[in-house]
């Protein structure tokens, strides 16, 4: 079956401007994770879902990052007024139940010039 | 809090040689998870392995194998005749199944190079 699917691929933008990340889960998937990955750094949480519900958003660096999950499936992350920093791969995940194995995308690679 | 730590940033070894891959883990949880994760230069994390805390046995599987050794917070991962498809960027995880997430802590990666 498919798995899990992230658009666009590259993200350029200018310093200042609003993106949106898209995931598309594994079907059937009720909780899913946004993680963000720096060059040579392991993967570091953001936001966890249960459903349409964002159950854990500790990760989140700061008020111009916000995810939302409409309808319990696809999954948008967005953030505002970009800044340099914010350029790193931003990675999906999503797992059949709580407590399950998470399986990820191939990410977005989100560049602030 | 919960870390992993993976001293070895990068190691590289002749294709058919054995390697192993160390992971350090801190948690003051007595349930966890431990992971491994392969990334390759595609990008996409590959899972591989997940451990319950309470299960201590070693796992082989094909030419990998784990070492899970609680008395020394450790998890280790052992390539057996390596191969050039091996190379890659593997990370050790921990899961946090307190509350009502369970997030994942990861370790800053070993970057795996297999000389053909």
């Known amino acids: 079956g498919a798995g899990v699917s992230q658009t666009p691929s590259n993200k350029v933008t200018e310093k200042g401007k609003y993106v949106e990340l898209r995931c598309d889960p594994i079907s059937g998937h009720t909780a899913l994770y946004w993680y963000r990955q720096s060059l040579g750094q392991g993967p570091e949480f953001l936001i966890y879902f249960q459903g349409t519900g964002a159950a854990d958003d500790s990760g989140l660096p700061n008020d111009r990052f916000f995810a939302v999950r409409p309808e319990g499936s696809v999954s948008t992350l967005k953030i505002q007024r970009t800044e340099r920093g914010d350029s790193a791969v931003y990675l999906c995940a999503s797992s059949l139940t709580f407590q399950g194995t998470q399986y990820f995308g191939p990410g977005t690679r989100l560049t602030v010039l | 809090a919960q870390k992993v730590t993976q001293a070895q940033t990068e190691i590289s070894v002749v294709e058919k040689e054995d390697v192993t891959l160390d992971c350090v883990y801190e948690t003051r949880d007595t349930t966890y998870y431990l992971f491994w994760y392969k990334q390759p230069p595609s990008g996409e994390l590959v899972f591989l392995i997940r451990?319950?805390?309470?299960?201590?046995q070693n796992e082989i599987s094909g030419r990998y194998s784990w070492n899970f050794q609680k008395s020394t917070s450790s998890f280790n991962f052992t390539i057996t005749a390596s191969q050039v498809v091996d190379s890659a960027v593997y990370f050790c995880?921990?899961?946090?199944?307190?509350?009502?997430?369970?997030?994942?802590?990861f370790g800053t990666g070993t970057r795996l190079t297999i000389i053909p």
């Open positions: 451990r319950n805390s309470f299960d201590e």
């Open positions: 995880a921990l899961s946090d199944p307190t509350g009502m997430t369970e997030k994942l802590t």
